[in-house]
């Protein structure tokens, strides 16, 4: 960020509130999302890795902790201080946990998005500041008055902008790899664990794949439940597996 702009307190600019520490025998296997802050990636996209639930018909009390787009979350305490996390319309409905911070633009004040990346260059800043004996934390006092650069609302929306559709183009990109890979992984469980197309051949059905591809399936099923003339062995009978030679150095 350019150190001819102007800074101002995160607190004239940005809301910053805390999560709430829901408890484990509220967890359901459906319903709200609670973000933890595991669910947080390095990259700061959320997954919902280990995700809990709270009952939807259990949530009126906590709608202060509901979040929104373009949140911005930060990890105030514990061996991940510091990770910083945004929130997007694919990740909602979700309420915050603990252990948490929720920075939030205040309406008129800045460009969310503008925010994002300015509080993310500027939150290291106030780590410096860490104490405590058992587990480091940071003061929410100390990053209301966090120095984020305030630029023109021009600089602000083209900053946004650009860098927005860089990360919505990474952020496509990474769940088109996933759709991939979940394809890729039910075509190996049809071909190779469910024996799909020898199983169609047996029943009769219409083929499902190329003509090369279908033609190199067996017709049957073994006595051992694989199709006649498939077997198993080990990988050494295929290749060999060598490891890398370590290197001395001079």
């Given at each position: 960020m350019s150190n001819r702009w102007p800074s101002v307190a995160l607190e004239t600019i940005a809301d910053l509130s805390g999560g709430y520490a829901f408890k484990s025998e509220e967890y359901a296997p459906s319903g709200r999302f609670v973000?933890?802050?595991?669910?947080i990636g390095e990259d700061g996209r959320i997954?919902?890795?280990q995700a809990v639930y709270i009952p939807v018909s259990a949530c009126a009390p906590y709608t202060r902790f509901e979040l929104r787009a373009n949140d911005i979350l930060f990890v105030m305490v514990g061996?991940?201080?510091?990770?910083?996390?945004?929130?997007t319309e694919g990740d909602l409905p979700a309420l915050l946990n603990q252990n948490m911070w929720r920075v939030r633009a205040i309406s008129g004040k800045i460009n969310e998005r503008f925010l994002a990346y300015a509080f993310k260059c500027s939150a290291s800043s106030g780590l410096a500041g860490a104490s405590g004996?058992?587990?480091?934390?940071?003061r929410r006092h100390d990053y209301r008055r966090l120095a984020i650069p305030l630029p023109p609302k021009v600089y602000q929306d083209s900053i946004a902008s650009v860098l927005g559709c860089l990360d919505d183009k990474i952020d496509?990109?990474?769940r088109t790899n996933q759709t991939l890979e979940?394809?890729?992984?039910?075509i190996f469980k049809d071909w190779f664990v469910d024996f799909g197309p020898t199983r169609a051949k047996m029943e009769g059905e219409v083929p499902y794949l190329a003509p090369k591809i279908w033609a190199l399936f067996p017709d049957k099923l073994g006595e051992e439940g694989r199709p006649t003339g498939w077997a198993e062995g080990p990988l050494s009978a295929l290749f060999s597996i060598i490891g890398g030679a370590r290197q001395k150095h001079l």
């Open positions: 973000l933890r802050t595991l669910n997954n919902r890795d061996a991940t201080l510091g990770k910083t996390g945004v929130v004996s058992a587990r480091l934390f940071v496509l990109n990474r979940a394809m890729a992984r039910a």
